[in-house]
């Protein structure tokens, strides 16, 4: 327990394994100088519904100013999710975190729930997402409470156990209306901002960063919101205005990291999906300084904060190579939706017929 102890960058806590957050910019470099960095990141399953969302959003030939493709991270919990869909995303770039296996209610389990019942719901669908779709268990390294319920220590205790980079669980509220520009901390010394929903940590976890869930300004509105599913625009103009006011105000202010936090049901919405795919377009068509990624490049570039020319050669936002480990196709009689099995069967179709051509072969 570190107790009363505060964090001071570059004296008791130095990068790239441990960061105070706050409004500091990492490196003690100016707005001017860096990338103004937006993440994107969706919670809950991912199946053939919102993946032609992310697919169209975040695939269509969509790059970074350095070439490479933009990027978002999904926090996916097991029920309903067609893992073929998820093993696709992630070769093309996305992340993928972990989110629970039940995502059970009521809210108040998340906080009263036993370390084994914790560490169940971590390490089970961790291990879901490693064996039903190939990427690497290493590759997999954050995670996000359902309801952004928090357990405390327990929870926090498990996720540097488990060998996780970081959580995006804790939440900072908006500041006389207007969202809240801190960087994401490493625990070292605990959680040192206001504890929104409690329990909070209060002990040490050297080295695991927590990416909080920054509350939003909604425009024209006094309370602003965690989830864009909060924020109830009526049209494409308020929702576009809902994306653009926050970027601006994060651009022309300190560049901290811009999160949008979302499920993909808010996208049903017409008008929220266009006024998306249009603020994308116009972030990436006009600003050569923003970058879109995921949460672990961003931890990349705070673990080694490189200035906006210099951007180019920066190894941790190259474009990423992914590999996958082979997949044994499987019908899943555990999840309620039983995915579409279309390619497993084909799977299983060729070798019956190698097998059907050595007979003729044998035969001749």
């Known amino acids: 327990m570190v107790g009363a102890e505060i964090c001071l960058q570059d004296n008791n806590c130095r990068l790239p394994n441990c960061y105070c957050g706050g409004r500091d910019t990492p490196g003690n470099l100016l707005p001017s100088e860096i990338p103004q960095i937006i993440v994107f990141s969706f919670d809950d399953a991912v199946n053939s519904e919102n993946y032609q969302m992310y697919e169209k959003l975040f695939l269509n030939n969509r790059f970074n100013p350095n070439g490479c493709p933009i990027s ?19 070769s093309k770039g996305m992340e993928v975190a972990v989110h629970s296996v039940t995502h059970r209610t009521p809210t108040d389990f998340w906080k009263d729930a036993s370390t084994e019942q914790l560490r169940y719901e971590i390490v089970q669908q961790r291990k879901n997402l490693a064996q039903k779709t190939g990427i690497p268990i290493q590759n997999i390294t ?13 929870l926090y205790s498990i996720l540097q156990e488990e060998n996780f ?11 006389n209306g207007f969202s809240s ?18 329990p909070c940590p209060k002990g040490s976890y050297s080295g695991l960063w927590e990416v909080p869930v920054m509350m939003l300004e909604k425009p024209f509105a006094p309370i602003g919101c965690l989830y864009l599913d909060s924020c109830r625009p009526e049209n494409k103009e308020e929702a576009f205005q809902l994306f653009w006011v926050n970027f601006h105000s994060f651009y022309k202010g300190s560049r901290a990291p811009l999160f949008y936090t979302m499920h993909s049901s808010w996208l049903r919405e017409k008008h929220n999906y266009d006024a998306m795919n249009y603020f994308l377009l116009t972030i990436l068509h006009y600003y050569s300084d923003v970058f879109i990624i995921s949460y672990q490049q961003l931890i990349e570039w705070m673990q080694n904060p490189t200035k906006l020319v210099d951007i180019n050669n920066f190894k941790g936002w190259h474009c990423p190579k992914r590999y996958l480990n082979f997949v044994q196709p ?10 579409n099995n279309s390619a497993a069967n084909d799977f299983i179709r060729i070798p019956f017929l190698l097998s059907l051509l050595l007979i ?3 035969t001749l």
């Open 72 to 90: 978002m991270t999904m926090f996916v919990s097991h029920n309903y999710t067609e893992y073929n869909l998820v093993r696709d995303l992630y």
């Open 165 to 175: 980079q970081y959580d995006s669980t804790m939440t900072v509220a908006t500041e």
């Open 181 to 198: 520009k801190f960087w994401p901390n490493t625990l070292d010394f605990g959680w040192q901002l206001d504890c929104n929903v409690r």
């Open 142 to 154: 954050g995670w996000r409470s359902p309801f952004l319920q928090s357990a405390g220590d327990k």
């Open 330 to 339: 499987f019908v899943d009689t555990n999840n309620v939706n039983n995915v």
């Open 360 to 362: 003729v072969l044998i």
